[in-house]
C-alpha cells in the first residue's frame, strides 16, 4: 500500500497519546496552548530486497508521530529494522506513555527529552520519533532550520555513501553502475566473499568504499590483513570489524589499522561515546540509536573533542528521518544517509542527495518541504 | 568615569574595525545587509580593592563590543584582568582585524568564529567579545534567548557562588556577614592564613563554601589533609589545588580527595576538557577563557558526558558577559557569576542575582534588557 504524501500528512491518526486521555490540571488552559502527541504506524516498502548477514528483508516498520501545538505541526519518526528489537507494537504501547501536555514550553527540550527517555528503557527509535518531531516544531516555531540554530554550513554536509547490497559479483557490479552518481560507496563484508565483492566493485569504478563489517570477524590478526589489503583497494574506514563485546581485540585493531575504524554496534547512547575513545578512532551515530537529534548533536560534540571521527548513519527511513540526521551533517566527517533512497513510498520530502551530496533545503525545522 | 548607560548605549563608538576599511566587493551589497563589528575600550571601577596571591587592584580593563546588522544590534565584552595577558592594546589590535563584512550570514557561527580564532593564537577575551556580541545578534534574529534556544529551563540555574576577598579575620567577618543573599561563599585559599579565613568565616555563617586556591599548595600530602579539614568544615569543592603543570599531583589528589577538586588555570579551552579527564573532577569554564559561548557550550557538553562536573565562572564583568555566561547556567552543577556585582560603573542590565540565584531574563539573545 502506498499512501499519497498529502492522503496521509491530512489524515487523522489514528492512535493517540495519553495527551488525549490525562486530566491534568495544567489542560485547563485549553488545548491550543499545549502540546499534543499522535503517531500512527506505517510500513516502508523497499525498492530492493536489503540482505544483511543474518537476514533478508522487503519492508521495514516505522511509526510516524506528530506534535501538534497552536497552528504548528512537528514531525517525527521512528524506523525499527526488526534484528534491533523494536516494532510497531513496541513503539505504540512505548508513545501512548508520553504525555506531552504536563509540558507548557516546547522549547523545554532538555526536560521533556529527559522525561521521555526515563519513561521506560531501551525504545530509542520511538524515543527519536518524539525528538525529532519536537525539534520539528520548536524550529517552526523560532523560523529557522536546525543547521542554522546550530551555526553551521550547509556547504559542508559531506557526501554521502551508497550501500551495495551483498549479491552475486554479476549483480554487484551492475549495482556500482547505477550508483554512479554517488562519490562514496558502502559495502557490507564479513563473508567469505568479502574479496570478491570488492573486486566487483573495483572492476567498475574507482571511487572510494567504505565497509561495514557488523561484527563479521573474529581473529584480529586476519582482520589486520584484511585492513591493510582493503586499503590498498581504496576504502577509506571500516565499521565495526569485530564483535563489540571484544574491546581489547577492537582497540589492538584500531591502533594498528592504517584506515580508522568506526564504531558503530559498540555506540548506542553519548554514555559509549566515552568508552568508545581509545577503542575506536571513530563513531558511528545514528538517529534510531541516539534517542534523536539532541542527543545525537551532544555525541558528535563530544566524539570531535576527544578527537575521533564521526559517521552520521541511519536506518531505512522516510525523507522525515533523513531530513532530521541531515542538519546535523556539517558538522561530521562522513555521511551515510542513503535510507529514504531505498524505498518506494516515502511520504515525505525534505533533505535530499545532489550529485551524491547531503542538499539541505531551508524550511524551518528539520526542513520537510 | 561613571558613564550613564543611555548615554554609552547610544553613544558612537570610537573606534572601528577593519569593516569600516576593507574594500571587498561583498560590500557592494550596502551596510545594512552586512555585520559591522565595532568596539570601545572601557574601565571598570571595583567596589572594593581585589586582592589575589600575587596582586592587588581597583579597575578591570574591558573592552565593549557591537555587531550591526540591519536594524539589530549585538553587544560583547572582553574583560581582561590584567595577570592573563590581555589588554586594551592587545584586545584592540586583535578586533581592529576581525571582517565581518566578509559573510553574509550571522548564523554561520561555526564558520565566522573559526575565522576570528585564526586571526591569531591567544586573544581567547578579545576573540570572546566577538561571540558574544554574535550570540547576541543571531539570538535576536530569532527572537529568543540563548537558554531557550539551546532547550534549557531557567529555573535549573544554580545559585551563584560570591567571593568573599583575602582579609583581616574582622574583615572577613564583616564581609560575610554582607553576603547573607548568597548560598555558597567563595574564598581564595593558598597562604598561611587559609584556616584563619575559614575559621572567620564559620564564626559567621554555616551556609555552604567553595575555596579557590590558584595553584597554591605545593605538597600533595598536605594538600591532602587540608581537603580533609575543609570537608568538615562545609567546603563542597575546591578549585586548582596544585600548580596545572602537576597533573599527576593533581590526579593524584582528585583520587583521594573527599570532595570534588576542579581544574581551572589547567582548562582554558575545548581541547583541555579531554586533558583534564582523569587528573580533575570538574572544571571551570569561563567565556573569556573558552573564547566565548560557542566553545564553552560544546566545553560543558563534553565534560558532562565524560562524567565531570562543571563549575561556570567569569572575571570581573559588566552585566554583558554576565548575562551571556547566564545562558548557560542551567547546563552546570556550580555558578561563580557575581562578576557584575563587584564593579559600580556596570553600563548593562541583564541576567540577575536573586536571592543568591542566577535568575535569567526572558529578553532574546544574551538576554540583556
Not at 119 to 129: E, F, I, M, T, V
Not at 220 to 235: F, I, T
Request: glycine share 8%; with cysteine; aromatic share 6%.
Amino acid at each position: 500500500m502506498s499512501l499519497d504524501r498529502r492522503q496521509f500528512l491530512g489524515s487523522v491518526p489514528v492512535v493517540s497519546g495519553a495527551a488525549l486521555l490525562a486530566t491534568s490540571p495544567a489542560r485547563a488552559s485549553g488545548p491550543s496552548t499545549r502540546m499534543k502527541l499522535t503517531f500512527r504506524p506505517y510500513t516502508l516498502e523497499l525498492k530492493h530486497v536489503f540482505t544483511l548477514a543474518t537476514s533478508s528483508r522487503t519492508t521495514t516498520p516505522v511509526v510516524l508521530t506528530q506534535i501538534a501545538y497552536g497552528d504548528r505541526i512537528g514531525y517525527g519518526e521512528a524506523s525499527m529494522p526488526p534484528y534491533l528489537g523494536e516494532s510497531h507494537d513496541s513503539a505504540t504501547a512505548f508513545l501512548s506513555k508520553v504525555d506531552l501536555a504536563r509540558f507548557e514550553d516546547p522549547f523545554r527540550l532538555e526536560d521533556i527529552l529527559r522525561y521521555v527517555d526515563e519513561l521506560a528503557p531501551g525504545n530509542p527509535a520511538a524515543k527519536a520519533s518524539v525528538d525529532i518531531a519536537l525539534h520539528d516544531l520548536v524550529g517552526k516555531l523560532m523560523g529557522q532550520p536546525w543547521f542554522r540554530v546550530w551555526g553551521l554550513d550547509p556547504g559542508r554536509a559531506p557526501y554521502t555513501s551508497f550501500t551495495i547490497g551483498i549479491d552475486t559479483p554479476d549483480v554487484v557490479r551492475e549495482k556500482t553502475r547505477e550508483a554512479a552518481e554517488f562519490k562514496l560507496l558502502k559495502v557490507k563484508l564479513g563473508r567469505d566473499t568479502d574479496k570478491e565483492i570488492i573486486e566487483a566493485i573495483r572492476s567498475v569504478t574507482n571511487v572510494p568504499l567504505c565497509a561495514d563489517v557488523n561484527q563479521g570477524w573474529k581473529d584480529r590478526a586476519q582482520a589486520l590483513d584484511m585492513l591493510q589489503w582493503l586499503k590498498e583497494k581504496g576504502v577509506v574506514f571500516v565499521e565495526q570489524p569485530m564483535p563489540k563485546e571484544l574491546a581489547a581485540d577492537n582497540a589492538w585493531l584500531t591502533e594498528r589499522s592504517p584506515i580508522p575504524i568506526v564504531g558503530d554496534e559498540a555506540v548506542q547512547r553519548l554514555a559509549d561515546v566515552r568508552k568508545a575513545s581509545g577503542v575506536y578512532s571513530g563513531i558511528n551515530v545514528k538517529l534510531m540509536k541516539s534517542t534523536g537529534m539532541r542527543e545525537a548533536h551532544a555525541m558528535i560534540t563530544t566524539a570531535k573533542a576527544l578527537g575521533m571521527k564521526v559517521l552520521l548513519g541511519c536506518m531505512t527511513e522516510t525523507s522525515c528521518g533523513i531530513s532530521a540526521a541531515a542538519q546535523l551533517s556539517p558538522m561530521v566527517d562522513w555521511a551515510d544517509l542513503d535510507g529514504a533512497l531505498l524505498i518506494r513510498n516515502d511520504p515525505f520530502q525534505g533533505a535530499r542527495v545532489v550529485d551524491g551530496k547531503v542538499t539541505l533545503s531551508d524550511a524551518p525545522g528539520i526542513g520537510l518541504t
